[in-house]
C-alpha cells in the first residue's frame, strides 16, 4: 500500500509541472521556457505537498506499530524519491487533444455558493458526530486486544450458524460469556473469528486451549476426519486456521493511545509547518479545521457502515494509516491552492478577496481533478487485487 500511494504522491507531482507548463504555454511561451516555467513555479507546491505528507509519515513512524512503521518509511521513501524523478525533457508535448483545453477556462464561483457547503458539511458532520456518539465504532483486535483467526472451509458457511456454536465454547469458569465475533472474511468459505477469551493469561496452555474450543466450535463445518493438528495448520489441507493475531490488552492500550497521538500531532505539524510557509495563522487554521472536518466524515463513515459493508469496517492500526494517508493527501490538495492564492497576492493586487479566492481554486481545478483521479484509480486497484485485509484501509 505504502509502495502504490507513493505512485499516486508521483503522479502528483508530475501533474503540478504540466498543468503549470499549459498555462505557460497559453501565454505565448515555447516548449522550453514553458516547461522550465512549469518546474520553477510548481516547486514551491510540490515540496510543500511533499513535506506535509512526510510530516505525517514520520508521525506514524513514530507512534505507529509493527506494519504501519513499514507503511510509513516506505511512504517517506517514496515521497524522497520523487524529487529524484524530476527531469526535464525535449520535445515533450503536456496535452492531447481532448485535454488541450481541459479547465482552461473554467471558472466557478465558489465563494458566492460556500453557503451551500456549509449547510452541505454541516449536515454531513452532524450525521456523523450522532452516529459516532451513539453507535461508536467496531473496534478491532488491535484497540481492544484479543485473539483473531481466519479459518477457511471446504464448503460455504453460514457466519450465524457459526456463532452461535462458538458461543457455547467460550464460557469462562464463573459462566460469563467471552465476546465472541463470527463473520465471513472475503469468499462465504472463510471466517474471521475474534474473542477475547483469556486474553489476560500469556501462556502457551491458553493459546493451545483457545485453539482447542475454535476447532470444538467449527468442527460441526469441518469434514468428518479433521484432526486439531490438520486444523491448525492448514498448509497442505483444504481446511484450518489460515492466519491468526494475538494482542494483549495492555498492547491495545498502547495502540490506541499512540494512535491518537499520531492523529493530534499531525494536525499540530501541519499547522506549525503552513504557518512558517505562509506567514498567515488563517491559512493554519483553515487547513486544519478542514483536515478535522475530513476526519470526521471519515470516522462517521466507518461508524454508520460498520455492520453494512461486506468487508471489515474496524477500527484498528490499519485505520490510523488510512486517517493519515486521506489527510496527507487533502492537505495535498489545500497546499496546491494556497500556494496559487500567495501568487495571487502579489500579482493581482486589485482583486477582492473573493475573486482572489475563485481565481485561485479554479485555476487549480485541473491538477485537482487529475491528481484526484489518478489517485482514485490507484485506490480501486488496490481495493480489487489487494486482499480482503486492505479493503477497508482502501474503502
Known sequence: AGVVLSMAMAIDANVIVYERTKEELFLGKNIKEAYKEGFNFSLSAIIDGNITSLLTAIVLYVF?????????????????????????GKGLSVWTPLTKNLFRNTWIDFIGKRKYAYIISAVITLVSLGSIFTQGFKFGVDFNGGRSYVVRFDQSVQS??????????????????????????????????????????????????????LFEGLKPFLPKDATIDSFKSSGDEAYGIISSVKVGPTVADDIKTGGAFALIISLIGIFLYILLRFKRWQFSTGAVVSLMHDAIVILGAYSILRNVMPFSMEINQDFIAAILTVLGYSINDTVIIFDRIREYLREKKSLTLESLFNDSISSTLGRTFNTAFATFLVVLAIFIVGGENLRGFMF
Do not use: C, H, W
Open 64 to 88: 505507529g506499530t509493527g506494519p504501519i512503521k513499514g507503511f510509513a518509511v516506505t511512504l517517506g521513501i517514496g515521497i524522497v524519491m520523487i524529487f529524484s524523478r524530476l527531469e526535464k
Open 160 to 213: 450465524e450458524k457459526a456463532d452461535e456454536s462458538l458461543q457455547k465454547m467460550f464460557v469462562n469458569k464463573d459462566g460469563d460469556q467471552s465476546a465472541v465475533d463470527v463473520k465471513t472474511f472475503g469468499s462465504d468459505n472463510q471466517l474471521k473469528v475474534t474473542t477475547d477469551y483469556k486474553i489476560d493469561e500469556e501462556s502457551v496452555e491458553a493459546d493451545m486451549e483457545v485453539e482447542q474450543k
